[in-house]
């Protein structure tokens, strides 16, 4: 049977992971077929993140943790994906922003054949909800990378993706980002070497109500880092 690891990464959730981590643990028992488990990432939490992922992870067998005292979702998944053998590396953001509802089209996607299917906020069928200044950051963004980077790709930090092993073992060790800017780098590596099948399918999201991301000083940062890894590829 294939196996599937989704990765949740999280900093400080005390207060929404035990809730997030029973709904996923609902939807897949009820829609998942394949052999799956869920793996919380802990990023150097302070709060109680750390008591709540050892008792999440003794009360229901399919669920797995781990801690790092070192934060950055990069290196969450960059840890998780090497570190827990499958056939298809998911992640997902414990805000649920994404309906879950969409988790077995991302798996399937893999398994079926694409080395990385990712969610988009922005194809025609896709149903986000944002507000308007996020959604010009978010765009803004996008333009950016078109301005740097030949791609199909619009949308790189939608926290809903899934890869093969193939790309764990052959673009992953080239990642070098390990926060934020880990899913652009990722997408941009995997796209620009023209080797590997991407699939990006329609999602529904809702945007959140509470974000840890410093907007401006995370977009200085994303343009930084595609400054180096337009240098990088040249």
């Known amino acids: 049977m294939k196996k599937i690891s989704l990765v ?7 207060r ?23 793996i919380i990432a802990n990023n150097a939490s302070t709060d109680d993140t750390k008591e709540i992922i ?4 003794q009360r229901f067998p399919n669920v797995k943790g781990f801690h790092l005292e070192f934060k950055g979702r990069g290196n969450a998944l960059k840890y998780a994906w090497t570190h827990y053998k499958a056939d298809a590396y998911a992640y997902c953001d414990v805000d649920l922003a994404t309906d879950i509802s969409h988790l077995k089209e991302l798996f399937d996607a893999v398994l079926e054949g694409n080395n990385v299917v990712t969610g988009s906020r922005y194809l025609e ?12 950051l978010s765009k803004g963004y996008i333009y950016l990378i078109k301005l740097f980077f030949k791609t199909n790709l619009n949308d790189f930090q939608c926290g809903f ?10 673009v992953l060790p080239n990642v070098k980002n390990k926060k934020w ?3 652009t780098e990722l997408l941009i590596l995997a796209e620009q070497s023209g080797k590997y099948k ?30 180096k890894l337009k240098r990088r590829l040249k």
């Open 54 to 57: 050892d008792k999440l992870s």
């Open 8 to 14: 949740i990464p999280v900093y400080n959730e005390e």
């Open 198 to 227: 991407i699939k990006q399918i329609p999602v529904a999201w809702k945007e959140g109500k509470e974000t840890k991301v410093k907007i401006f000083k995370t977009v200085y940062s994303y343009v930084k880092n595609l400054m």
């Open 16 to 38: 929404v992971l035990e809730d997030s981590v029973e709904r996923l643990y609902k939807y897949m028992l009820g829609n998942i077929k394949y052999d799956w488990t869920i």
């Open 161 to 170: 993706k899934a890869v093969d092993d193939k790309i764990v073992q052959e």
């Open 125 to 136: 069928t896709s149903d986000s909800n944002r507000t308007i200044k996020r959604l010009v």
């Open 181 to 183: 800017f880990f899913d």
